[in-house]
């Protein structure tokens, strides 16, 4: 059963897929389509910009999901792990119509909550991999785990916003990335060579 909250995100992210420039995009509009009043959108989100944040939080926690399937048998390293889930969210990235509607939205309504206004977005992201890390290698210090998450989001968002190489080139990149840094940092902590 469908909350809401739920139908009136549906409902957004049915605009921006359809093409309407979000900065024109009304309130009332969204609520109509969701089949609730405007003050019922206003309740459930408070302003327009909060709902284009928990459109991006939602889109994010979707991905989360399938990075979190795409890591299963990568227990090798944590690079591993990390580069299956970072291929995994580009390739499927690539097809998502409402993240394409975002990044080619050319007045720049939606592009910010990826850009600079993605702090929500990456935290979430952040904490989410660092649980992975954390619960799947103990061992790792946390400060350096929590390194790790803020650097591999933030590459994987900036292939989002201009995508570079193919999906698994990147995820290869940074499985070596994360295992190099992790090597590093645990055999100057343990005192071997650095």
């Given at each position: 059963?469908?909350t809401t909250r739920d139908l009136l995100?549906e409902?957004?992210?049915?605009?921006?897929?359809?093409?309407?420039?979000w900065?024109?995009?009304r309130m009332?509009?969204?609520?109509?389509?969701?089949?609730?009043?405007?003050?019922?959108?206003?309740y459930e989100?408070?302003s327009?910009?909060?709902l284009?944040?928990?459109?991006?939080?939602?889109?994010?926690?979707?991905y989360?999901?399938g990075a979190?399937a795409?890591?299963?048998?990568?227990g090798g390293?944590?690079?591993?792990?990390v580069?299956?889930?970072?291929?995994w969210?580009?390739?499927e990235?690539?097809?998502?119509?409402?993240l394409k509607?975002?990044l080619?939205?050319?007045?720049g309504?939606?592009l910010?909550?990826?850009?600079?206004?993605?702090?929500a977005l990456?935290s979430?992201a952040?904490?989410?991999?660092?649980?992975?890390?954390?619960?799947h290698?103990?061992s790792?210090p946390g400060?350096?785990?929590l390194?790790?998450?803020d650097?591999v989001?933030?590459?994987?968002?900036?292939?989002?916003?201009?995508?570079?190489a193919?999906?698994d080139?990147?995820?290869?990149?940074?499985a070596?990335?994360?295992?190099?840094?992790l090597?590093h940092a645990t055999?100057d902590?343990?005192g071997?060579?650095?």
């Open positions: 059963m469908h995100l409902a957004a992210a049915d605009a921006v897929r359809s093409g309407a420039d900065d024109r995009l009332a509009d969204v609520a109509r389509a969701a089949g609730v009043s405007r003050q019922t959108l206003y989100f408070g327009k910009d909060a284009a944040q928990a459109l991006a939080l939602r889109e994010a926690a979707r989360m999901e979190d795409a890591m299963v048998g990568h390293s944590p690079g591993e792990a580069g299956a889930a970072t291929e969210t580009l390739a990235a690539a097809g998502n119509p409402l509607a975002v080619t939205d050319d007045t309504g939606l910010p909550f990826l850009t600079t206004r993605s702090e990456l979430a952040n904490d989410h991999c660092a649980r992975y890390l954390s619960g290698w103990p790792l400060d350096l785990v390194f790790v998450a650097t989001n933030r590459l994987t968002l900036s292939h989002l916003v201009l995508p570079g193919r999906p080139q990147v995820g290869a990149d940074i070596r990335l994360v295992d190099s840094l090597s055999s902590a343990s071997g060579p650095a």
